[in-house]
Protein backbone atom coordinates (compact mmCIF):
# COMPACT_ATOMS: atom_id res chain seq x y z
CA UNK A 1 0.00 0.00 0.00
CA UNK A 2 1.28 3.70 -0.73
CA UNK A 3 2.08 5.80 1.74
CA UNK A 4 0.14 8.42 0.29
CA UNK A 5 -3.03 6.01 0.49
CA UNK A 6 -5.20 3.49 2.67
CA UNK A 7 -7.10 1.34 1.45
CA UNK A 8 -7.42 3.10 -2.02
CA UNK A 9 -8.56 6.13 -0.54
CA UNK A 10 -6.34 9.40 0.37
CA UNK A 11 -5.12 9.54 3.88
CA UNK A 12 -7.09 12.35 5.68
CA UNK A 13 -5.85 15.97 6.94
CA UNK A 14 -5.98 15.53 10.46
CA UNK A 15 -7.03 18.95 12.97
CA UNK A 16 -5.52 21.11 14.93
CA UNK A 17 -6.07 18.68 17.85
CA UNK A 18 -2.80 17.04 17.05
CA UNK A 19 -0.54 19.41 17.43
CA UNK A 20 0.12 19.35 20.91
CA UNK A 21 1.68 22.12 23.30
CA UNK A 22 3.32 22.06 26.46
CA UNK A 23 4.39 18.90 28.60
CA UNK A 24 2.72 16.60 25.79
CA UNK A 25 0.67 13.85 27.49
CA UNK A 26 0.64 10.74 25.86
CA UNK A 27 -2.26 9.24 27.91
CA UNK A 28 -4.91 11.21 25.98
CA UNK A 29 -2.97 10.87 23.03
CA UNK A 30 -2.82 6.73 22.58
CA UNK A 31 -6.73 6.13 22.81
CA UNK A 32 -7.01 2.77 22.47
CA UNK A 33 -3.55 1.99 24.40
CA UNK A 34 -1.64 -0.30 22.06
CA UNK A 35 1.28 1.82 22.45
CA UNK A 36 1.68 3.03 18.86
CA UNK A 37 0.93 6.38 17.78
CA UNK A 38 1.45 8.56 14.41
CA UNK A 39 4.21 11.32 14.57
CA UNK A 40 5.44 13.81 11.70
CA UNK A 41 9.04 13.50 11.90
CA UNK A 42 9.55 17.53 10.93
CA UNK A 43 6.75 18.82 13.10
CA UNK A 44 7.83 16.50 16.08
CA UNK A 45 4.99 18.04 18.19
CA UNK A 46 2.00 16.41 15.53
CA UNK A 47 0.77 13.39 16.90
CA UNK A 48 -2.09 11.45 16.13
CA UNK A 49 -3.40 7.73 17.51
CA UNK A 50 -4.22 7.63 13.88
CA UNK A 51 -3.10 7.65 10.86
CA UNK A 52 -3.27 10.78 8.54
CA UNK A 53 -1.38 13.95 7.52
CA UNK A 54 0.19 16.66 9.22
CA UNK A 55 -2.02 19.76 9.61
CA UNK A 56 1.21 21.86 9.78
CA UNK A 57 2.91 20.61 6.59
CA UNK A 58 0.43 18.23 4.97
CA UNK A 59 3.17 14.90 5.81
CA UNK A 60 1.95 11.61 6.23
CA UNK A 61 2.55 10.71 9.60
CA UNK A 62 4.72 8.06 10.72
CA UNK A 63 4.14 5.18 13.43
CA UNK A 64 6.17 4.95 16.11
CA UNK A 65 6.20 3.18 19.61
CA UNK A 66 5.23 5.74 22.09
CA UNK A 67 8.82 5.07 23.42
CA UNK A 68 10.21 6.59 20.21
CA UNK A 69 7.63 9.27 20.49
CA UNK A 70 9.14 10.34 23.49
CA UNK A 71 12.39 10.01 22.84
CA UNK A 72 11.82 11.90 19.52
CA UNK A 73 10.28 15.18 21.32
CA UNK A 74 13.17 15.16 23.81
CA UNK A 75 15.77 15.34 21.23
CA UNK A 76 14.04 17.93 19.67
CA UNK A 77 13.33 19.88 22.58
CA UNK A 78 10.07 19.19 23.97
CA UNK A 79 8.67 18.52 26.71
CA UNK A 80 6.81 15.30 27.88
CA UNK A 81 4.45 14.46 31.10
CA UNK A 82 5.49 11.86 32.67
CA UNK A 83 3.14 9.00 33.21
Known amino acids: MDEGQMSGQELPM ?4 V ?3 G ?3 FKSIDENKDG ?20 VCKMT ?6 KQAKENL ?9 N
Open 19 to 21: VHK
Open 36 to 55: IVYQDMMDWNVISDKLGKCP
Open 61 to 66: LKEVSI
Open 74 to 82: VNNGFKVKD
Open 23 to 25: AID
Open 14 to 17: LGEE
